[in-house]
């Protein structure tokens, strides 16, 4: 437990520096930092640049060292005696979207939030991680190891920005990834994505579904020739269904399937539009032969999104179960692609899960190609840091919660002794229908009052492991 005297210190800074905090996030997120095409010294192009030269000018105006690992990411340095501990968040940023009752790019302060994308995934953690620095320089408690906050671009679309920076420089000796929610995400599953491609079938014209790879699709559509079919008997059974829409313009049935849609990593209460889709191809009897053998396969595939199907299946004691979400139904040259996502367990392996769906695939005529295969990370929970970190945020703020692990990826996989700390309050309540307001949605707010807490979480923390690691 921090004495008194060093908490109130701690608490003053915070506030005294509350409208520079605000305003560093607010800098940030003017910023459009999406991936766009690579340029000299921009490998994920021009946004992410531009929010690495502002970052990085914002740690050297507070007086630290900076470095610009060929802006892959930058890095700020608190120098100490030995051994590293790293701060990480990222600068670059998921697609705007639609839905947004402010410009996202605006920083708009609403009620207590920085509003805009970006501002909670992951510029508000930035902005924490420095201001946690710059509190510890300022408190002028000696400490053992360096400081080093590093802040990528290439978060949400690879993460290959830390494989870069870890391939020419010295691993920290602990990182703590500031992009997830409080307590401790000490695992997270291996993630494994993929394409079952297969022949369209005899009747369908057109067909596809989803609008991201990791999210449970909520609508999937066909368009199929019913010619020599009762076409009344279709209609009635698509009026019968739950979720089907269904209307036939000459020979051509147009029908649509709702599903309920939820984050891949959690697709418990889900229902997958894409599968819903086929079994009612199925069912109606617009799929015939091998057709109709390879959509009921799929169907199931989609259905059973423990992996049941395609004889994946697992779960671990440290991560869970293995989840298989079909997120994508789309047309390609070489026929339909479904995109499967999914997260497996960390004692599991990507390419044995690979081998078994690609044989699973050849029995029923399809095939399936590896798009990605990113092994998770696992810390034990009885890990001294781990501990620490938890103990640390108890004593701050009277939450008993447990450390957790999840399906969901932070860079805390591309490191070695890493874990994803914050700076997420996990009893906060979006003033928000669901849907907006959190990170990837419309209206993506950070609430100003749990990112000054973060920071105050953050460095008692980073005085704790100091002693510990
Ligand atoms: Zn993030």
Same mark, same amino acid.
């Given at each position: 437990m921090l004495d008194q005297k060093l908490q109130e210190q701690i608490d003053s800074f915070v506030e005294k520096n509350r409208n520079q905090i605000v305003e560093t996030v607010r800098a940030l997120v003017q910023i459009d930092s999406l991936r766009g095409e690579p340029l000299p010294g921009a490998p994920y192009g021009a946004g992410p640049r531009r929010a690495l030269d502002r970052a990085l000018a914002i740690c050297k105006e507070q007086g630290l060292s900076v470095a610009d690992h060929e802006g892959y990411c930058g890095s700020a340095v608190l120098p100490g005696q030995e051994g590293e501990i790293a701060l990480a968040a990222h600068l670059d940023i998921v697609p705007v979207g639609e839905g947004w009752s402010?410009?996202? %790019? #605006?920083a708009t302060l609403r009620d207590g939030y920085i509003v805009g994308r970006g501002a909670r995934d992951n510029k508000g953690a930035f902005a924490a991680d420095l201001y946690a620095m710059l509190c510890l320089r300022e408190l002028g @408690?000696?400490? &053992?190891h360096s400081l080093r906050l590093i802040m990528g671009c290439n978060e949400e679309t690879g993460m290959k920005d830390m494989e870069y920076y870890l391939s020419k420089n010295k691993a920290p000796d602990f990182t703590l990834v500031?992009?997830? #929610? %409080?307590? @401790?995400? =000490?695992g997270e599953k291996g993630g494994f994505s993929g394409d079952i491609i297969f022949p369209k079938? *005899? &009747?369908? &014209?057109r067909a596809g579904g989803g609008v991201a790879r990791n999210i449970v699709p909520a609508q999937a559509s066909a368009e199929v020739d019913c010619q020599g079919l009762d076409k009344e008997r279709i209609l009635a059974l698509a009026g019968e269904a739950e979720g089907i829409c269904a209307k036939m313009e000459g020979d051509t049935l147009t029908v649509s399937a709702e599903g309920i849609s939820f984050h891949a990593a959690f697709p418990e209460g889900s229902k997958n539009a894409i599968g819903h889709l086929l079994r009612f191809l199925c069912g109606a009897g617009l799929l015939e032969g091998e057709d109709f053998e390879r959509g009921r396969f799929l169907a199931d595939t989609l259905e059973h999104y423990y992996g049941e199907t395609l004889g994946i299946a697992c779960a671990d004691a440290q991560t869970g179960k293995l989840t298989c979400v079909g997120g994508l139904l789309f047309e390609e040259n070489d026929g339909l692609h479904l995109n499967l996502d999914i997260r497996y367990p960390v004692t599991a392996s990507g390419g044995e899960i690979g081998k078994k769906i690609a044989a699973a695939c050849k029995e029923h005529g399809c095939s399936f190609v590896v798009t990605k295969d990113d092994a998770g990370t696992y810390v034990p929970a009885e890990h001294p840091a781990v501990q620490t970190l938890c103990r640390v945020y108890r004593e701050l703020t009277g939450s008993e919660r447990a450390p957790y692990t999840m399906g969901g990826g932070t860079y805390a996989r591309k490191f070695p002794n890493a874990v994803a700390f914050g700076?997420?309050?996990?009893e906060e309540k979006l003033p928000?229908?669901? $849907? &907006? $307001?959190? *990170? =990837?949605?419309?209206?993506e707010s950070q609430n100003i009052g749990i990112l000054l807490r973060s920071i105050k979480i953050y460095v008692a923390a980073i005085l704790e492991l100091d002693k510990i690691l």
């Open positions: 402010v410009d996202p %790019f #605006s @408690v000696p400490l &053992r500031t992009d997830c #929610s %409080f307590p @401790v995400c =000490h079938p *005899a &009747r369908v &014209r700076p997420g309050d996990p928000y229908e669901p $849907g &907006r $307001g959190d *990170a =990837h949605q419309p209206d």
